[in-house]
């Protein structure tokens, strides 16, 4: 393969913070980063699960909650302590687990929602921005938004906490463009994690209530939809974070502010 196009995906050197790396999605992403020669650090809540995947990969952990500000500029700042200093930030960490219709969902349920998937954007963009802005060299964010935040599906806070993400995304990529930070989203479509299989296959609770108010949401219309992907499948975890190391290297030089949604064709239809 000619050098040029090998070091397009390189990350040598490289330190990423990836948030919410414990499980799932992010563990991919941790272990994508990895491969590609990054040193990666992963801040979770998991402290457990976030330390068995870093020494998988030889990484770093950090307990971490992405709601906290105090607790999210700690990881950023330890990241920054890891190789030549942070310069890419994955905005991974979120939870579905408020979902379902607003005729069931309460006011501490919604505000849950929109500080785990939202408010956790800014709690560890902010001091990873001003740090990389500080260096004068660079640097990138990745938030992982959702199709969710395109097309309705699990309910008023999730749906609208992703679509805030995406929004969130453009703002930031123009706000630090002068800084040569670039800011991009990777929206996955149906990727069924471990937890989702655990919870479908009844190994572990529902995550909202099964005999929750009529709705469209999760109704015959949403299945209909998630049973009819374009490309015939579900995703993989790895085909999400495979979009991540594209917008977390130089392949992507000249992409900021986008939305690059990974789904199959989900959102076509």
Not at 123 to 149: E, F, L, Y
Not at 174 to 179: E, G, V
Not at 189 to 212: C, Q
Request: charged share 15%.
């Amino acid at each position: 393969m000619n050098n040029r196009i090998s070091e397009l995906l390189n990350l040598n050197d490289k330190t990423a913070l990836v948030t919410g790396g414990a499980t799932g999605i992010g563990a991919s992403i941790a272990e994508t980063l990895a491969a590609a020669g990054a040193h990666v650090v992963i801040a979770d809540i998991n402290l457990e699960g976030a330390n068995l995947v870093s020494s998988k990969i030889g990484g770093h952990a950090i307990e971490t909650d992405v709601t906290d500000p105090a607790s999210a500029e700690s990881a950023v700042n330890f990241a920054n302590t890891i190789g030549e200093g942070i310069s890419i930030l994955v905005n991974n960490a979120g939870s579905y687990h408020h979902a379902g219709s607003i005729l069931d969902q309460s006011h501490e349920s919604w505000a849950t929602s929109i500080s785990i998937n939202l408010e956790s954007m800014f709690c560890c963009a902010q001091p990873a921005a001003k740090i990389m802005a500080s260096k004068g060299s660079g640097g990138t964010i990745v938030n992982i938004a959702s199709v969710d935040g395109i097309l309705p599906c699990l309910g008023t806070g999730y749906d609208t906490a992703k679509a805030g993400v995406i929004h969130f995304t453009r703002t930031l990529a123009l706000d630090l463009a002068p800084h040569r930070i670039r800011v991009n989203a990777v929206s996955p479509g149906n990727i069924p994690v471990p937890t989702l299989k655990k919870m479908h296959n009844g190994e572990i609770a529902h995550f909202w209530p099964e005999d929750s108010s009529e709705t469209g949401l999760m109704g015959p219309m949403m299945k209909m939809r998630s049973n009819n992907i374009p490309l015939g499948r579900k995703g993989e975890t790895e085909e999400i974070a495979n979009a991540v190391l594209f917008l977390a290297g130089s392949a992507s030089s000249y992409i900021t502010g986008q939305n690059l949604v990974v789904d199959g064709g989900w959102t076509l239809i």
